[in-house]
C-alpha cells in the first residue's frame, strides 16, 4: 500500500527480505532476516520472512522505517555442519579455567570410560508468542551527496548457543567405522551427550555510510573511489549453560556437576555468552579501473557465526 492514510507513507506486509546494510556479503546490521548457509557458493542470502514493514519519506532524500517480524526463523546451516559435534574439545564456556578444567576431565574420562561423543544436538526455538516478537527501526538519508542510515535491532541471534549439556556414561561397546578389520579400533563405554541449543536475544545498533571520494584533483584521468563502512554494535542477553549427568560417570556423580570457582559471579552457572557489549564490522574501497576492470577489497571483523566479546 502507497501513500497509506498520509503522503510518503507505504507499507509492505508478507515474506520479504529486508537488505538494510551496505557490505560486500557481510552485513552486521541486517539482523531482521536470518542467513541461509546452506549453500557455500551463495554466501550471504538470507531467508524470507513474513514481515510488516512501514516507511514514511519526507524532505526528498530521507526516510523513516519500523519493521515488525511476528515469528522467529533461526538461520539454515550447512549439512557439513554435523562434523562440529565431533569437536568436543571446542567448549562454549567463557570463563578459562572451567574450560581447562573440563579439557583435562575429557582426558582422564577417556582413559578411565571412553570417548566423550555428541549423541543429539538439539535446537529450541523461542515460542511465538507478542513477547518474542522482533523489530527494527532506521533513519537514513544523504549528508554532502554521502549515504548515511542508523538502525536500531531488538530480537536475537540466529545461531544457536548451548545452554544444556546432558550426559550419561553408556557401557554399550562403539568401534571406529573408518577403522580397518584386521585392527578394529573399538572402546568398550562411551560418555554420550545430549546437547540443547537456543537463540538469546540481542539489540544491535547499526551506522551504514556509503559513498564516493573524488580523485580528479589529482588527476582527470582518475575516477572516484568508492567506499563503505558498516558497524553493528552488539548489545547481547547474557547466556548460562547447565551441565547435567543424568546418570553416575566414572568422573562425577549424577546430578548437576560441581563448577565451584568457575561459576559465574552470585554462584549462577557457567556463561557461554556475557553481556558484554561487542562490534562487527565491514569496511570496503572500491575503484573502476577500466571498462572491465572492478576492484573492491574490504576488512571484515566478526563472522557471522561469531558472537561475543573476545579479543581483538
Not at 117 to 134: C, G, L, R, W
Not at 176 to 186: K, L, Q
Request: glycine share 8%; charged share 20%.
Amino acid at each position: 500500500a502507497y501513500d497509506l492514510f498520509v503522503d510518503g507513507l507505504d507499507m509492505r506486509v508478507g515474506y520479504q527480505v529486508i537488505s538494510w546494510g551496505v557490505g560486500d556479503q557481510f552485513n552486521p546490521t541486517n539482523n531482521l532476516n536470518s542467513l541461509d548457509l546452506e549453500d557455500p557458493l551463495l554466501f550471504g542470502e538470507q531467508l524470507a520472512n513474513l514481515m510488516v514493514k512501514l516507511d514514511y519519506n519526507f524532505k526528498d532524500v530521507w526516510s523513516i522505517s519500523g519493521v515488525l517480524v511476528p515469528v522467529f526463523k533461526p538461520a539454515l546451516l550447512p549439512e557439513s555442519g554435523k562434523i562440529g559435534l565431533a569437536a568436543v574439545d571446542r567448549l562454549p564456556f567463557v570463563e578459562d579455567g572451567l574450560r581447562h578444567k573440563v579439557h583435562a576431565e575429557f582426558a582422564l574420562s577417556d582413559t578411565m570410560v571412553g570417548p566423550t561423543i555428541v549423541n543429539k544436538a538439539i535446537p529450541v526455538t523461542p515460542e511465538t508468542s507478542f513477547e518474542n516478537m522482533q523489530f527494527a527501526f532506521r533513519v537514513a538519508g544523504m549528508v554532502l551527496e554521502q549515504d548515511v542510515a542508523v538502525s536500531y535491532y531488538n530480537g536475537r541471534i540466529d545461531m544457536p548457543q548451548a545452554y544444556l549439556n546432558s550426559s550419561r556414561q553408556s557401557n554399550e561397546k562403539i568401534c571406529n567405522p573408518e577403522a580397518a578389520a584386521s585392527t578394529p579400533e573399538c572402546k568398550h563405554a562411551s560418555i554420550q551427550t545430549d546437547v540443547y541449543m537456543h537463540y538469546p536475544r540481542m539489540q544491535v545498533i547499526g551506522l551504514n555510510l556509503a559513498g564516493q571520494i573524488p580523485l580528479d584533483w589529482m588527476s582527470k584521468k582518475l575516477t572516484a573511489l568508492g567506499y563503505r563502512l558498516e558497524v553493528g554494535v552488539y548489545l547481547p542477553q547474557a547466556s548460562q549453560i547447565a551441565l547435567i549427568q543424568t546418570t553416575p560417570i566414572a568422573i562425577a556423580p549424577a546430578g548437576e556437576y560441581d563448577y565451584g570457582k568457575y561459576a559465574s559471579a552470585g554462584g549462577r552457572r557457567p556463561e557461554v555468552v556475557s553481556d558484554t557489549p561487542f562490534a562487527k564490522w565491514a569496511f570496503g574501497l572500491d575503484y573502476t579501473i577500466s571498462r572491465n576492470v572492478y576492484v573492491n577489497a574490504q576488512w571484515v571483523h566478526g563472522m557471522v557465526d561469531e558472537f561475543g566479546a573476545g579479543d581483538w
